[in-house]
């Protein structure tokens, strides 16, 4: 049977009508973002202090350390390595106004866990740089202490995205915070995140929102789902609402990072075409690793 988006989404939303009255897209332990052919597996980032950033990975994200690999401490959600943190004491802050990371995106399996993890923040006054409703998801923005992005969203179930040919709708509205606390669990406890938690998207600032697409086109295999003018595209597989995103917000004509700066260092892809490990480096020296799924 041929692998498309609208056979994926038929399955999952039969598989959804089994849960009655569930408003989240917890229908397996992997969500949707990581059943289909290739998918974010992990991302790297180099720090001054990774011990500190470490840290604020743990405490702010409820991530767990998983194993230490010389310079680097791994992290993640169960026994899922999401995060490498490699120290480079030498390095320069990063230039916000360079390419790289714009954010990457923890997803967690329910909007349950969302709502946990915002009760838990709104009580510890964590601070946030934003709060979006995307339609297809809820999402909150935070940025780390060494100036990364982050987001952690939870997906709503794919069934209910709304798609117009092979273009998604998306949008950026303001989350409704008092609506998500409450979601059926958002009184318990905080315990870190659950099994299940993955990097659902990579949002990347790039010199050229064009030239971007291209090459996770052709070197990747990713297709466009969404796109703002000129300014950002968005992209995924196998029906996902995007795995990668790209934008020129921040960078419009940027040229290749500096290897001497802090942020980004790699960013790996679990591909189920994929026979054997390698590496790319996109124009903007941003390096991505494929492996096999």
Known sequence: MQLTRRSLVAAIAGLAATVAGRAEARMTETPFAGQTPIHVSKIGIKAKDAEALAGYYMDVLGLREIARKGASIVLGAGDRA????????????????SAGLYHTAFLLPGRSDLARWARRAID????ITGASDHHVSEAIYLTDPEGNGVEI??????????????????????????NLMTEQGAGEEWTGAPDGTMVGHLHLRVGNAREAEDWWHREVGL???????????????GGYHHH?????????????????????????FSSAGATG??????????VIRIVPS
């Open 244 to 268: 990668v995103a790209a934008n020129i917000w921040q960078s419009r004509g940027a040229g290749k990072r500096d290897a001497d700066r802090s942020g980004l260092a790699w960013a790996e």
């Open 223 to 237: 297709q466009t789902v969404a796109e703002y003018g000129p300014s950002a595209v968005f992209m995924s597989s």
């Open 277 to 286: 490990e390698r590496e790319l480096v996109d124009p903007w020296g941003n």
């Open 82 to 97: 999401l995060l490498e943190i490699e120290q480079a004491s030498a390095v320069r802050a990063d230039d916000p106004h």
């Open 153 to 178: 969203y939870a997906d709503r179930a794919p069934e209910a995205w709304r798609w117009e040919g092979p273009r998604i709708a998306m949008a950026t509205e303001r989350l409704d915070v008092a």
């Open 124 to 127: 510890r006054r964590t601070p």
